[in-house]
């Protein structure tokens, strides 16, 4: 689908200095625009980004002007370049399904809101509830006691166990498990005795999980997804783990039990967390890094065990000159036992 | 739910020192517990944990005391503990399908033993066998000829692919696939052509495999997960691999085809282990290792690739002292150049 | 099942030199082959691998010959080999789903080919179509406007989403999701906002991929997976990714997004690629590798970040040696120390 600049202008009652019929095909941040998307500067300081930016336009604030671009002026670029983003979705041509398919087994007493589709051989069990127009695709298991808020949408082939909540405008993808029971044994006499883990997951408003990621049950209490944090396929979450809100929880991490995330954390594609420690506020853990201490808010780490992002770019360029270091401390030998030699 | 002191010192037939009216709300290793949760003391050598530990009550031998803690005295701590661990399961509101659901679609000559469940949706095929009490959720794929012992329990949307063995008491996650084909390709001229995996994966007695997890089937023979042995999520294990009994296989670890696995082997997260080598019993592998030779028992190694864990430390301290080893190389090769001038 | 080495040599039209008795349960690479199998030497210059392959039998070139050895001669080895191995596919005892299964859910208008097979409970949506010969296990989902080429065969519990494409004898397993949505937000006053994946995933003809992988749909566009590749269980691949012809990608690699794979590349197991950069053709990343530059066709890596093998060797040689540098750069330092002493 598309939507022409002037369209586009239109809807956000802004100002449009450019080509109205251009055509608009998507919505991308002004680094990764390229030709045919729409961007915006959210902040001026960044406006050379905007002079060098590939989009085919620009949504700036009403005093600024951007010789040479295509640009929409506007009082507030968030806003506007959010209405268009939610425009495009509205209008792309969706295949959920409607309404409650006959095959789907849903118990007498599961609340099912207004607008609620359910798709084949889905099964929702007793005492759950599903928010209005919620979207549960088929072949998904939503178990006892579980509530999914409204507005959100379950992709086909979804484990949601017993009395777990997911709250609202929530998106889970294909093969993911939200429920299944955390690791946890007690070694008897050479044997590993299951704990019963008795808790649950609360996923927040907002969150999107991508396919075949498990989110484990607390042992007793909660697991917790915070508000507006996205996560990635094939990511582990273990029992009694809090993720804040807004972190972006990128592909193959994992996270073991009871430790805390703190909001706006950025986990790298692969990055391991080992288990109660906590990761402050804005910390960002760089790609297969493995935490095994506590992180800073704001601090930003790499390497396995991970350590401060500077120091081991550092430690990691000696050790690229491990060969020199070698060759130099060989030569200083040589020369030391000349002057040795030389002395007696 | 709850069982209070007193009904625990009676079911185990102990002698309570204590308030018999405190509520225990669940069970815990000695260094993990919390308030409100009985603990053990599996060997008088610990009692320093047991004065220390925050567990509500602790299960010491007859002839101990704890002066300040609520206790209860027994013969054999490790079964009693036991007997309390299995009373809070049987209590557990389970949610488990009960009888069979007329949507399950059973091969007519399946073997299904007393007291067996199975849920919505679930398809068992010929000549397979379930054994007696064991639950299959809905949702499930029992392939041809596959076989499930008693007492089991296979959550929602698990895959048991045809010939597939498995043990009494065992515990499926959803979304685990076992006896999908081995990774096996011959390259002629430019094209890998698929190998045949004709074997299949044997699952002994009361082993638990998380969600999303992968075992595949072995070539010819067996690919082989040991009695008692416990796996996290998102754990792929190869074709042929033979993993012993008692092991703790942690999340995202990763085993290449017809490696030998021993008894009581610890894989922490995100460990890869390489083809064709074995890791003695009792060999623990520190998170995100990367085995590339067989390990010794008894052996605890880390690193990409592994090493012992001592040197593995050593080595990394030396590699966090780098800019001073660099500094300290810069120096002398400054003091012999004025040395060297000095001697001319 | 087994062939006699008679049958094989009737099979590929040659002369059998040995005993034509002796039964080959199966099929190998002539350095992984053991007894009961059949290799092929598939270029002269490896013959001294054909004297010590444990294999029964080798297909050789007309004009070689193996003392010790039972062998057939053919004109072109790796046809004979490919005639085997087909031939013992063939034979294969299968347990496939046959015809449509009544509780198939298939729209009205999906176009199903010749001799299709669809097992219990899959859904099958609106304007896809399934070529002929082709097997769609039981649990599957295929998306609106999907495409399953002809004798492909796709294991139960796959979703395949909306708009994507399979190409002819493609093998699925189970768990497995492809087309779920790329992960790409643009954040706007501090909320995450999901930008719309508006593409496709293409899989091209000769295709396996494992369990439980994931791979995303294009943001505009297409991900594609080349003519040939082989993916192993728990891959993730990442919107826009190409993946070049006959590729070997192992369990749990990880492609980030935009990045482009050539052919005939091999990533190890557990190997992360980060986001818009490209690996030549023939590339080899050795195991936990992360790569974090652009690699030219041909070259080997390994380590994380990611460098030339031979350097990553030699750097990880000197960092084992690492205790004995520090040691000798103690010792000059004490002698400079003395050599300094003496000159004063």
Redesign the interface.
């Known amino acids: 689908?598309h939507l022409s600049l002037a369209d586009i202008a239109r809807l956000v009652g802004g100002e449009l200095i450019g080509d109205g019929n251009v055509e608009i095909?998507?919505?991308?941040?002004i680094l990764e625009a390229k030709k045919?998307d729409l961007t915006?500067l959210?902040n001026p300081k960044y406006s050379p980004q905007a002079e060098t930016t590939q989009a085919s336009a620009i949504i700036i604030p009403r005093q600024m002007t951007l010789p040479g671009k295509f640009f929409i002026r506007v009082d507030n670029t968030?806003l506007a370049?959010?209405q268009v983003?939610n425009r495009?979705?509205e209008r792309?041509p969706n295949?959920h399904p409607k309404g409650i398919h006959p095959?789907a087994?849903i118990a007498p007493d599961v609340k099912i809101g207004k607008g609620v589709a359910v798709?084949?051989?889905t099964?929702i069990?007793?005492g759950s509830s599903i928010g209005e127009y919620s979207v549960i695709?088929?072949?998904c298991?939503i178990?006892?006691?579980a509530r999914v808020g409204s507005n959100s949408l379950i992709?086909?082939?979804v484990?949601v166990?017993?009395g777990v909540l997911i709250g609202q405008r929530a998106?889970v993808?294909?093969?993911?498990?939200i429920g299944?029971?955390g690791?946890g044994?007690?070694?008897?006499?050479?044997?590993?005795?299951?704990?019963?883990q008795?808790g649950t997951v609360v996923i927040e408003d907002?969150v999107?999980i991508?396919?075949?990621v498990?989110i484990?049950r607390a042992?007793?209490d909660k697991t917790v997804i915070g508000e507006?944090t996205?996560i990635?396929?094939?990511v582990?979450i273990?029992h009694n783990v809090t993720v804040g809100k807004?972190c972006?929880i990128?592909?193959?991490v994992?996270i073991?039990g009871s430790s805390r995330i703190g909001n706006?954390v950025i986990l790298a594609?692969?990055v391991?967390v080992?288990g109660h420690l906590s990761i402050g506020d804005g910390a960002v853990v760089a790609?297969?890094s493995?935490v095994?201490k506590s992180i800073k808010a704001g601090e930003q780490v790499f390497g396995?065990?991970a350590?401060p992002i500077k120091e081991a770019f550092?430690?990691?360029a000696?050790?690229?000159?491990?060969?020199h270091?070698?060759a130099?401390?060989k030569d200083?030998?040589k020369?030391?036992e000349e002057?040795?030699k030389?002395?007696q």
Do not use: W
Request: a neutral charge.
């Open positions: 689908m095909s998507g919505c991308s941040g045919g915006f959210a968030s370049f959010t983003l495009f979705i792309l295949h095959t087994i798709g084949a051989y099964v069990e007793s695709y088929g072949h298991y178990g006892h006691g992709y086909p082939q484990v166990r017993e998106i993808h294909s093969g993911t498990v299944c029971d690791y044994y007690v070694t008897v006499e050479g044997r590993h005795v299951k704990i019963p008795l907002d999107e991508g396919a075949n498990t484990d042992r007793f507006g996205k990635d396929n094939l582990h273990a807004h972006l990128v592909a193959q994992g073991s706006y594609g692969q391991g080992v790609a297969q493995g095994s396995s065990p350590q550092r430690t990691n000696h050790v690229q000159r491990l060969s270091y070698a130099t401390i200083l030998k020369r030391i002057l040795e030389k002395g």
